[in-house]
């Protein structure tokens, strides 16, 4: 599966190969999919399973009120976590010598740092800037995902160097 993976985005590199290195283009068709899995799933969670509508709950340490934008970017994030995890360990940073816990701890630690500002961002946004959620959500995708790859690359996956 690996193999047929890499062949297919290799397929597609050599427009590219003046610009960008093999991993780096693995790494934005990666990146790239992770970031539409969370895209689409965003407008799945917030249009056709919260038909755009917030959400009354009854649970301590929670608001009573959770904006319908709110939790369609917590569903989205565990998709995206799931499918974007997967890509980076087994598909593109496979030179990786930290444990598989430690990999996904790390990961998890900057998708949380991450969900934290697209909240933060997605707020502003929608109900300070009055912009639609799913174009605010695309827009705030795209910012973070630059940032990431370079936690993720010297971070999450990175190769221990033995002395």
């Known amino acids: 599966m690996r ?10 590199y050599p427009p590219f190969s003046r610009w960008l290195p093999i991993h780096t283009f693995r ?13 689409i799933s965003y407008y799945i969670a917030y249009n ?7 959400v009354q709950v009854d649970f301590p340490f929670l608001p009573k009120l959770i904006t319908g934008h709110s939790l369609a970017l917590v569903i989205s994030t565990f998709a995206s976590f799931l499918w974007g995890f997967t890509l980076n360990k087994y598909l593109i940073f496979t030179k990786s010598n ?3 816990r430690v990999q996904m701890f790390r990961y998890a630690a900057v998708m949380g740092i991450n969900l934290g500002l697209n909240f933060a961002m997605l707020k502003y946004m929608v109900e300070g ?3 639609y959620p799913s174009i605010s959500q695309a827009f705030i995708t795209i910012t ?3 940032c990431s ?4 690359k010297h971070f999450t996956f990175r190769v221990k160097k033995h002395h």
């Open 3 to 12: 193999k047929s993976l890499i062949k297919l985005i290799d397929f597609f």
């Open 27 to 39: 790494y934005i068709v990666s990146g790239g999919s992770t970031a539409l899995c969370g895209i």
């Open 48 to 54: 056709w399973i919260l038909h755009q509508e917030n």
């Open 98 to 100: 930290l444990k598989g």
């Open 129 to 131: 800037l009055h912009f």
């Open 144 to 146: 973070l995902s630059l």
């Open 149 to 152: 790859y370079f936690l993720q």
